[in-house]
Each structure stands twice: as C-alpha cells, then as structure tokens.
C-alpha cells in the first residue's frame, strides 16, 4: 500500500514537469504548493496519513526529477529550500537533506542559496525551526535541542562538501556575509563563532579563513574599547559577564526559534541582566583605516560608558569561547597527531597575526590567542619572536616604493619592536637564555644604528628625525626589558620559567620550556653588516658582556651618552622607570642626563608624526612619574610639555582586563610584582649607616659600583625620599602606558 502510494507522488511529480515542459502550469503550481510553509499545517490526509507522511512521500517524489530543476523551477526550489526541516521528525528531514543534496549536484546554480542558507541558521536565529508554522510538531513525543540541531546543520554540510570538493573555494565570502555584527547580542555572535569553529575541525580548507574572519571579527570589538576597563566602577557601571549558553544549548529550542524581543536573553540567562540592557546600543560601523597603523589615521567618536560595557562583555565571552575550543582542539597532552595539529593551526593563526593582529594599532586582547598558543611548545615562541624580530630590526623596504609606504613600513617596525618588549617581559615562559638573546639581538641593531650614525657625520638626519624612529623604538624596547628581566639578564642568570605552578601545584606549560637558550642568532635575524660597522668599544663588550652583565647591554650606556639622546625621544614613562630600576640594580646612572635634557630647548627635529605620538595626559594604566630625591640627586619630574613629540608606541601585552577569560594568560603571565626591585639586595641596617653616601658624580653617567649598590637600595626605600617600593609597584603594576584615550 505504501509502495503504491508513493508510486502515484513521483508519477504526479513527473507529470507536472512534463506539463510544465508544454506551457500547463497547473500541476506544476499544485506541486509547489505541496511544500509552502502555510499548507504545512492542514490535518491528517483522508486515507489516514498523517501531514508529516504526506510531506515526506512529496519529498521522495521529488528526489526522482532533481537534475530536472534548473532555474525555471525557481519558484519549486525556493519553497523545499526554505521549508523548515530542522523541525521534522529526523526520517523526514534526512529525505529533505538527500532532496537539497541531489539537487545542488546536479545544478550548481543553486549551491549558494542553499549554503547562504546554512550559514544564516548558524547563528541564534534558526529560519529552518519555524516551529509557530508547523503542526507536524505536536506529533512528536520531544522536542530537539539547539545542540542537535546544530550538530544537523554540520551533518549537512559534510554532505555538500563530500558531493561538491570545490565547495570550500565558495565559503569563504557567504560565512563573512552572515557572520552577525558586533552590534547583536552576545549570544549570537558566539554562538555563530561556535558553529564557525567547528566547521574548521572537519573542513581543513576552510581553516584559514575561518579563522581569519573570527579574529576581523574580534578586533571590531576589541578596537572600540579604547579605555581603561578597571574605569567602569567609577562611572556606576560593571563588566558584562559573558552569556553561559549551556542553557541555550541543551535546552528546547522551541525557546528561540521566534525572532528576538527585547527581554530574551533575560529569560534564558538572568544573570546577563547588565549585557542585555546595553547590548541594543549602537556604535562605529565596524573599524576601518583609522585602526589600522597609519600615518594619519583619525581619532574615532568616542563611545559612551554603557557601550564599553556591553563590547566589554561581547569580547569576553568572544575571547573565552576561542580560548576553550583551543584548549580542547590542541590543548591536551601532546602526542603526534595532536602536535601536528598545533603546528598546522599555529602557523596559519602566526601568519592571521603578520597580517592583521600586528597592523592593528589599538588591539588590547586579540593578541592574547598568539601569547596563549605559543607557551605550548618552545618552538612556537621561537616562531613568534623570530617573527617580531624579523619585522623589527630587519625588514627592508622593497626598491620603488613611495614615501608613504615608508612611512608605514617604519610604524610596523615600531609596533613589532614593542611586541617584542611587551612578550619578552610578559610572557613567563620565555625564559633567562632566550631573553638576552633577544637583548643581543635588539642591541646588535642599536650599535649599528650607532655606528650609521657617527659615520654619516654632518651628513646625518638630526636627532628625533623620523630615520631614526626605528632605532628609538628598539631601544625603549631594551629599557622596557631590562625593567622586567634585569635578573635574568645578569651574567649566571638562571630563568624562573620552571617555577611556575598552577593553582593545583601541578607545573605549569611554563615548566616544560626548555632551560637552554632556543633563539639562535642566524644570518636571517642578525643585520646584515659590514665587518667594520660595529664599533671597537660597544661590539666588544656587547659580545662578552661587562661588570656582570649580559652581552650586549654595554651598547645602551653607549646610546644613551651619544647624541642620538633616547632618554629624550624615548616613552617619559618607560625612560623614568628604566632609570630608576637601572640605578638600582647598579646597571646604570641616568638622572644627570634625564636632568639636561629636562633643561634642553625644543630644538631638536621632530620626529614623523606616521613614527611618534604625543605622550598622553590619561593611559591606559596610569605610570606615575615622580619628582622625588635619590640620595642627594634630584629625579627629575617629566615636563609638563614634552621638548618633542616623545616616542609613545604601546604595549600590547599590557595586562589582560577581561574577567571571564582572564584564563588565556593565567599561569603564563608576568605581574610586576613578581619582578619588582624593591627589597631585592637590601640590607636594613646599611639604611642608616650609609645614609650619607654621595650619589654617582653628576657630570657622567656610569654604572655604579657593587658598594654604591646597597646602599642606593637602602636610601630608595626611606620615606624621605618620597619614592616609596608601594608607588614603584603602582607604576609598573603593569608598565601600561599605552595611548588609550577614550
């Protein structure tokens, strides 16, 4: 009987397409009716069979004259392509895939819908689940949840992929088309981002842009957040928590099948009551050039309170959603498959970050995927600061090219050095021998700039010239490390990278680093330079080091007493930290030379406004600058105006503010307090016996003896100095001194 009946549906079926074929539309347009939404919900036929039967025997019948419905069928293609089969019983709606898939084989013309289609129900709305439409509902004894449907939704794309292998090619502009825009609830957007990485699992073609389309996507969010997030409780108002979407997920899907109201969310995660109120909120229309690195890039509308709430909330719950598909796709115990895994994917997300990460100037925690992934293997890191130092110190602009692209090639070089400053004294993983490799590296390029320099005589751009960006960048990139890692960078410095436990005692990724240096000076990271160009003095002692010091370091007394003046072009901030921890440690005395250039006309040539930027009165972590006394000498206060335009790049490993997925740094991240000098070498009973010391000679700068050393330590921790360890720690608590100017 069965057989008999689904015999007359595909000999109707035919006969509609035949008539169709002669110019009688009659059977043709009854066919379509048979799979319109609005006739869906008619009663049980009068032979018993039920709506969904009937449905399913129209299906099949179908399925018979597929390669038949080319683009005159439109009408019939359109009405089974858009038929809400994620709510029909799984028989039904495996005989709808089949239909969809023969049809798209056979006809290429209609993949697009049919993959546009797919993406738009990959996010909270589900146009194939309009449950409001169809009775056939009511027969089924439960209900799906948005987990199996989901899981329906890649089963069907598999199929596609298998049937189409040029598939993968025709992805990549429909999944940017319907990725939600920032503006949409949280739980869209992630939801979406869900869906997008699990395609990447089965769809190794797709990984790249899949991902690169995630990361666009997060930095549109995270560039609109240009202040500081600790700020929000000054103004009445919290962090958004990220929407917990286990509820959405395994819940009845019927919940959300309807279009959005304004107190949905409520209803299905109470606790997001803040990131729902302000997630309606408008901002910019993505971001464009003015967040990119460029020379003259415009300052964008600033975006009220309650909007850096709610982006606040979206990046966290964006940034925890990447973070736990990482840790679980090639997070685990390393073996063969999972390490090739890691290497894959790494080099695609290194290659995303050249490209996008590292050309975006006000990225604040994107970049935090890279600083994650690369503590799993010490190659990665390797990778990532050969990479950094690559594009820092040795990259050239191609023959030809205009001035403007110089411009912006030396704004990338500056921002790349910074990278490497920030992830060196960040990252807890790099260890004691990597670091003053690195520092041998960046010094290596100071002393060549150095002998560039003298060698051009009259000849050479003035001091703070816009030639010149790139050298002073490298060297607040020195001054930046050495605040962090002056222990490690002592002769006989032993990393502290195997010394980092969980909260469980377990050893951290930090404690699988390896304890010998890995970045290897080659031909490809070293400048390339004649054997003449390095000086007698410093490439002497940049090699074997000096007074206990790593190699190299001996070039920045050598800097900073040349004529060049980085203590003047160089981050206020960063050059009155790295004074105070020089003098110190008995690296180095800078306030004579901080004092004559407080004293300095501005007359010195500015440099390129595409390589500097003003310093700015608010950061993003305010780095107080004290006026206080050391010993007999005066620490002189940054002017209030600056002589130039200050070297001000920023720091992008500065310390990571979102709450919920604080998790991708913690355990590998390096908190001032954990390096900070105060009480390092001090011996309470030298602070009054040697309270009368003299200071270092004001007419030189030197490195202060071993004798002068304690009890410098000794005078920097008396409250008469005004100077006290709790304000040092206050200042570098995370050395943030990025421009963020909301």
């Given at each position: 009987?069965n057989?008999t009946?689904?015999?007359?549906?595909?000999a109707?079926?035919?006969?509609?397409?035949v008539?169709?074929?002669?110019?009688?539309?009659?059977?043709y347009?009854?066919?379509?009716?048979?799979?319109?939404v609005?006739?869906?919900?008619?009663?049980?036929?009068t032979?018993?069979a039920?709506?969904?039967?009937?449905l399913h025997?129209w299906?099949?019948?179908?399925?018979h004259?597929?390669p038949?419905l080319d683009?005159?069928?439109a009408t019939?293609?359109d009405?089974?392509?858009e038929?809400?089969?994620l709510?029909?019983?799984?028989?039904a709606?495996d005989?709808?895939?089949h239909?969809?898939?023969?049809?798209?084989?056979?006809?290429s013309e209609?993949v697009?819908?049919?993959?546009?289609?797919?993406f738009?129900?990959?996010g909270?709305?589900?146009?194939?689940?309009?449950?409001?439409?169809?009775?056939v509902?009511?027969?089924?004894?439960?209900?799906?949840t948005r987990?199996q449907l989901?899981?329906r939704?890649?089963?069907?794309?598999?199929?596609?992929?298998r049937?189409?292998?040029?598939?993968?090619?025709t992805l990549p502009?429909?999944?940017?088309?319907h990725?939600?825009?920032?503006q949409?609830r949280?739980?869209?957007q992630?939801?979406?981002i869900?869906?997008?990485l699990?395609?990447?699992e089965?769809?190794e073609?797709l990984t790249?842009?899949?991902?690169s389309a995630?990361?666009?996507?997060?930095?549109?969010?995270?560039v609109a957040?240009?202040?500081?997030?600790d700020?929000?409780?000054?103004?009445?108002l919290?962090q958004a928590?990220p929407t917990?979407?286990?509820?959405v997920?395994?819940?009845d899907?019927?919940?959300?099948?309807?279009?959005?109201?304004?107190?949905?969310?409520?209803?299905?995660?109470?606790?997001?009551?803040v990131?729902?109120?302000?997630?309606?909120?408008?901002?910019e229309?993505g971001y464009d050039?003015?967040?990119?690195?460029s020379?003259?890039?415009?300052?964008p509308?600033?975006p009220?309170?309650?909007?850096i709430?709610?982006?606040a909330g979206?990046?966290?719950?964006i940034m925890?959603?990447?973070?736990?598909?990482?840790?679980?796709?090639?997070?685990?115990?390393a073996h063969?498959d999972?390490?090739a895994?890691?290497?894959t994917?790494?080099?695609t997300?290194l290659?995303?970050?050249?490209?996008?990460v590292?050309?975006?100037f006000?990225?604040?925690?994107?970049?935090?995927?890279?600083?994650?992934f690369?503590s799993l293997?010490h190659e990665?890191?390797?990778?990532?600061l050969?990479?950094l130092?690559?594009?820092?110190?040795?990259?050239t602009?191609?023959?030809?090219?205009?001035?403007?692209?110089?411009d912006?090639?030396?704004?990338l070089?500056i921002a790349?050095a910074?990278?490497?400053a920030?992830?060196?004294?960040?990252?807890?993983y790099?260890?004691a021998p990597?670091t003053?490799?690195?520092?041998?590296?960046?010094?290596t390029?100071?002393?060549?700039?150095?002998?560039?320099?003298?060698s051009?005589?009259?000849?050479a751009s003035?001091?703070?010239?816009r030639?010149?960006?790139v050298f002073y960048?490298v060297a607040?990139a020195?001054?930046?490390?050495?605040?962090?890692?002056w222990?490690d960078?002592?002769d006989?410095?032993v990393s502290?990278?195997?010394h980092v436990?969980?909260?469980?005692?377990?050893?951290?990724?930090?404690?699988t680093?390896?304890t010998a240096?890995?970045l290897e000076?080659s031909?490809?990271?070293?400048?390339m330079l004649?054997?003449?160009?390095?000086?007698?003095v410093s490439?002497?002692?940049?090699i074997?080091g000096?007074?206990?010091?790593?190699?190299?370091?001996?070039?920045?007394?050598?800097?900073?007493?040349?004529?060049l003046?980085?203590?003047?072009?160089?981050n206020?901030?960063?050059?009155?930290?790295?004074?105070y921890?020089?003098?110190?440690?008995?690296?180095l005395?800078?306030y004579?030379?901080l004092?004559?250039n407080?004293?300095?006309?501005?007359?010195?040539?500015?440099a390129s406004p595409a390589?500097?930027?003003?310093?700015?009165?608010?950061?993003?972590?305010?780095?107080?600058?004290?006026?206080?006394?050391?010993?007999?000498?005066?620490?002189?206060?940054?002017?209030?105006?600056?002589p130039?335009?200050?070297l001000?790049?920023f720091?992008?490993?500065?310390p990571?503010?979102?709450?919920?997925?604080?998790?991708l740094?913690?355990r590998?991240?390096?908190?001032?307090?954990d390096?900070a000098?105060d009480?390092d070498g001090v011996d309470?009973?030298?602070?009054?016996?040697d309270?009368?010391d003299?200071?270092?000679s004001?007419s030189?700068l030197?490195?202060?003896?071993?004798?002068?050393?304690a009890?410098?330590?000794?005078?920097?921790?008396?409250?008469?100095?005004g100077h006290?360890?709790?304000?040092?720690?206050?200042?570098l608590e995370?050395?943030?001194?990025?421009p963020?100017?909301?």
């Open positions: 009987m057989g009946r689904q015999g007359m549906y595909v109707f079926v035919k006969n509609a397409m008539q169709k074929a002669q110019g009688q539309l009659a059977p347009e009854e066919l379509v009716a048979q799979f319109q609005g006739t869906l919900a008619r009663p049980a036929s032979d018993g039920s709506s969904v039967t009937l025997s299906i099949v019948a179908l399925t004259v597929a038949l683009r005159s069928c019939l293609v009405a089974v392509i038929l809400p089969w709510a029909l019983p799984a028989d709606g005989a709808w895939a239909l969809v898939c023969a049809i798209v084989s056979a006809r209609w697009t819908r049919v993959v546009s289609l797919l738009q129900n990959m909270l709305q589900l146009g194939w689940y309009r449950t409001g439409d169809l009775a509902l009511q027969e089924r004894a439960s209900q799906p987990r989901y899981a939704l890649h089963e069907l794309l598999q199929m596609l992929l049937l189409i292998p040029t598939l993968p090619g502009p429909l999944l940017l088309q990725f939600p825009h920032k949409e949280t739980m869209s992630v939801l979406y869900q869906n997008l699990r395609i990447s089965y769809c073609a790249e842009p899949i991902w995630i990361i666009d996507h997060a930095l549109q969010v995270d957040i240009q202040v500081e997030l700020d929000l409780e000054d103004h009445g919290e928590g917990n979407l286990d509820p997920l395994d819940g899907a019927d919940t959300l099948s309807e279009p959005e109201s304004p107190d949905l969310a409520l209803s299905v995660h109470g606790t997001d009551d990131l729902d109120s302000l997630e309606d909120l408008s901002d229309e050039a003015s967040d990119a690195l020379p003259a890039a415009p300052t509308a600033e009220s309170w309650n909007e709430a709610a982006l979206k990046l966290d719950a925890k959603a990447i973070y736990q598909f990482l840790d679980g796709h090639v997070g685990g115990l063969h999972v390490h895994r890691r290497y994917l790494y080099q997300l290659g995303i970050f050249t490209r996008t590292l050309t975006t006000k990225s604040r925690h994107v970049q935090f995927i890279l600083f994650w690369a293997d990665f890191a390797d990778m990532f050969g990479t130092l690559s594009k820092s110190l040795y990259a602009p191609a023959a030809g090219v205009a001035s403007e692209s110089g912006s090639s030396v704004v070089r790349a910074s990278y490497v920030s992830y060196v004294a960040r990252a807890r790099i260890d990597t003053r490799m690195v520092v041998l590296n960046l010094c390029y100071m002393d060549a700039c150095l002998e560039a320099f003298a051009q005589g009259l000849s003035p001091p703070g010239a030639e010149h960006a960048a607040q020195v001054f930046y490390i050495f605040c962090f890692r222990r960078l002592r006989g410095a502290d990278a195997p436990p969980d909260e469980d005692g377990m050893p951290s990724l930090a404690a680093y390896p240096g890995s000076l031909p490809q990271l070293m400048p004649h054997a003449s160009s390095l000086s007698s490439s002497t002692h940049s074997q000096e007074r206990g010091w790593a190699p190299g370091l001996a070039v920045v007394q050598r800097a900073i007493t040349s004529p003046n980085p203590l003047r072009y160089c206020a901030n960063v050059v009155q930290q790295f004074a921890v020089a003098q110190y440690t008995g690296f005395y800078c004579s030379v004092e004559a407080s004293q300095r006309p501005s007359t010195d040539a500015p390589a500097t930027r003003r310093v700015q009165s608010t950061t993003r972590e305010s780095t107080p600058t004290a006026s206080t006394t050391v010993g007999r000498s005066k620490m002189p206060a940054a002017p209030a105006a600056l130039t335009p200050a001000d790049v720091f992008p490993f500065d990571y503010r979102l709450r919920d997925s604080a998790a740094v913690h590998l991240y390096r908190d001032w307090s390096v000098p009480g309470e009973e030298d602070d009054e016996e309270e009368d003299a200071p270092p004001d030189e030197h490195p202060m003896s071993p004798a002068q050393r009890p410098m330590s000794a005078r920097l921790r008396t409250s008469r100095t006290a360890p709790e304000s040092i720690a206050q200042s995370a050395m943030s001194i990025s963020y100017t909301g």
